[in-house]
Each structure stands twice: as structure tokens, then as C-alpha cells.
């Protein structure tokens, strides 16, 4: 498990980065010339300490929320794209409504940062999930993953709830 971690994080924040530096070289970056208008936009951008902190805590947190979904739908890719659109629920729309809700500033730069998570984090969540099928954080030495095998007849219960028994009718003569 420890080895996966070690892995699965720098592979997201790899990801991510790779996302956000094509999105800057293509031209789809987030267009900061509403706040520069208003006065509010920071030109120069963030420190690249705080930019590597910032891909750091959400690959972290990618790795967290795919350790935690892994399995639940039994599609391994589909826990990796479903990592990654529960992550950008909360770094899309909520994090633009909470900028409308709390502040006059124009909502479409943040639409764009929203726009580009949408493409990044389930691309993240997939590759987590790939690494996740090929090194297999529930098993060792390379195993493959235990398979669900149909038990037998002989052995297995049945859970059906027992037969309800019909009450005899009423007599309505007596």
C-alpha cells in the first residue's frame, strides 16, 4: 500500500501539472483580464513554491478520495474517472458559487479554471487507477487480484426471506 502511495501522488501531481501547462501553451488558460479590469488580478501569478504546494495537496487528495472509492464500482477505470469528477465537484462549480456568492468579482476566469479541472482531474483519476490495477495496492508480490468466484450450489445460502403464510379467510357466519 505504502509503495502505491509513494507512486499514485507524484503520478497525480504529474498529471495535473502536465494538464495546466497545455492548457497555458494551447491557449486555454484562464483569461485574467476581468480582475485585471477591476484592478484584483495578480499579474505575475503565484510563487512556484505555492503553485508545487497547491499540486502536491491535490494530488494528495486525489490519492485519499481514489483509496477510498477503489472497488465500489468493480470497473477499474470507472473508480479512477468517478475519483476525478467527485474531486471536481468540489474544485469546479462550488468553487465558482462560492466566489458569485461571496464577492462581485466576474465569475468567467474561474469558469475557465472550472472548465480545465474537467478535462484534468478525472484524466488524474484514470491514471491513478491504471497504476493502481498494475501495481495493485491489495495484493503482494506481484499476485493478481482475487476474483469473485460463484460458489457452488451445495454451498450456498439462500437469503430469501421464508414464504408468508396466507391466514385462513374469516368466517363471516360466525
Do not use: K, N
Not at 82 to 104: E, M, Q
Amino acid at each position: 500500500m505504502l509503495r502505491f502511495v509513494l507512486l499514485a501522488v507524484p503520478l497525480a501531481v504529474l498529471v495535473l501539472a502536465l494538464a495546466a501547462v497545455t492548457a497555458d501553451v494551447v491557449g486555454y488558460g484562464p483569461d485574467s483580464s476581468p480582475l485585471a479590469a477591476r484592478g484584483v488580478a495578480r499579474p505575475e501569478g503565484l510563487p512556484r513554491t505555492y503553485e508545487a504546494a497547491a499540486l502536491a495537496f491535490e494530488g494528495v487528495a486525489l490519492v485519499a478520495l481514489f483509496l477510498l472509492i477503489a472497488g465500489r464500482s468493480g470497473i477499474w477505470w470507472l473508480d479512477g474517472v468517478a475519483c476525478g469528477l467527485a474531486a471536481w465537484l468540489f474544485r469546479g462549480p462550488l468553487l465558482v458559487l462560492t466566489v458569485a456568492a461571496l464577492t462581485r468579482l466576474p465569475t468567467e476566469p474561474f469558469w475557465q479554471v472550472a472548465r480545465l479541472a474537467l478535462v484534468a482531474e478525472p484524466a488524474a483519476g484514470l491514471a491513478i487507477a491504471a497504476l493502481a490495477r498494475a501495481s495493485g495496492p491489495w495484493h503482494r508480490r506481484g499476485d493478481a487480484p482475487p476474483e469473485r468466484r460463484e460458489s457452488p450450489p451445495s454451498q450456498r445460502r439462500d437469503d430469501a426471506p421464508p414464504a408468508r403464510r396466507e391466514a385462513p379467510p374469516l368466517d363471516p357466519g360466525a
